[in-house]
Antibody, heavy 120, light 108 residues
Framework: QITLKESGPTLVKPTQTLTLTCTFS??????????VGWIRQPPGKALEWLAL???????RYSPSLKSRLTITKDTSKNQVVLTMTNMDPVDTATYYC????????????WGQGTLVTVSS | SYVLTQPPSVSVAPGQTARITCGGN??????VHWYQQKPGQAPVLVVY???DRPSGIPERFSGSNSGNTATLTISRVEAGDEADYYC???????????FGTGTKVTVL
C-alpha cells in the first residue's frame, strides 16, 4: 500500500525559504522509473506542477519557478524534500506530493496535502 | 509552453452524461490523465493513458483522445460525481508536466 504525507511549516514570512518534506511508504525511490513530484494549488485555483525527482536522481522543474526550487531525495529515509526560496503571499497554497510509476505516467498516489500560508 | 484548456464548468442532471474536454495542440499524440478532486481533498486519478481506469474507479468514467481534444466522459452521473476535474499530460518536448485549467462539474 503506497502512502505519501507532506510536512512542513504552515506559516512562512515573505522572503523566507520554505522547506517541505514528503515522507512515503509502500515503494522505493531506488526502483527504476519511479518518481515523486510536487504539485501545489492556491485556494480556489487550479493545480500547478512544481518539480519532480526520479529514481536515478534526475530532476525536473517548472520553468516559471525553476530559479526558486530545489528538489532532493533521501532514499534511506523514504523522503523527498522541496525547498522554495523567496516566498511571497502569492505562493500561499496547498502543496501536494505524488508518486508516479514511470516517466510520463499518471500521478497515481497523492499525499493529503499541506496548506502553507505566506504572510507577515 | 504547452497549455491545456478546459471549460470552467459543466452542469448535468443525475443519470445523464457529462463530457469534459481538454484542449491542447496535438494532444492526441500525448497520454492524457484525468483527476477528480472533491472539496478539501487531494486529487484522485480516475483515468490514465487516455482511457484506462485505475482499480476501484467505476466503469462510468471513460476517456478518449484525438487530434487537439481529449475528453473525459462520465455516464449515468451521480450526485457523488460533483467535483473539480483536471487533465494532465507530460510534454515531451519540454520534459515538463502540465495540468489543465480545471472543470467544475455540477450535478443539478
Amino acid at each position: 500500500q503506497i502512502t505519501l504525507k507532506e510536512s512542513g511549516p504552515t506559516l512562512v514570512k515573505p522572503t523566507q525559504t520554505l522547506t517541505l518534506t514528503c515522507t512515503f511508504s509502500g515503494f522505493s525511490l531506488s526502483t527504476s522509473g519511479v518518481g515523486v513530484g510536487w504539485i501545489r494549488q492556491p485556494p480556489g485555483k487550479a493545480l500547478e506542477w512544481l518539480a519532480l525527482i526520479y529514481w536515478d536522481d534526475d530532476k525536473r522543474y517548472s520553468p516559471s519557478l525553476k530559479s526558486r526550487l530545489t528538489i532532493t531525495k533521501d532514499t534511506s529515509k523514504n523522503q523527498v524534500v522541496l525547498t522554495m526560496t523567496n516566498m511571497d503571499p502569492v505562493d500561499t497554497a496547498t502543496y501536494y506530493c505524488a508518486h508516479r510509476r514511470v516517466i510520463a505516467a499518471a500521478f497515481n498516489y497523492w499525499g493529503q496535502g499541506t496548506l502553507v500560508t505566506v504572510s507577515s | 509552453s504547452y497549455v491545456l484548456t478546459q471549460p470552467p464548468s459543466v452542469s448535468v442532471a443525475p443519470g445523464q452524461t457529462a463530457r469534459i474536454t481538454c484542449g491542447g495542440n496535438n494532444i492526441g499524440s500525448k497520454s492524457v490523465h484525468w483527476y477528480q478532486q472533491k472539496p478539501g481533498q487531494a486529487p484522485v486519478l480516475v483515468v490514465y493513458d487516455d482511457s484506462d481506469r485505475p482499480s476501484g474507479i467505476p466503469e462510468r468514467f471513460s476517456g478518449s483522445n484525438s487530434g487537439n481534444t481529449a475528453t473525459l466522459t462520465i455516464s449515468r452521473v451521480e450526485a457523488g460525481d460533483e467535483a473539480d476535474y483536471y487533465c494532465q499530460v507530460w510534454d515531451s518536448s519540454s520534459d515538463h508536466e502540465v495540468f489543465g485549467t480545471g472543470t467544475k462539474v455540477t450535478v443539478l
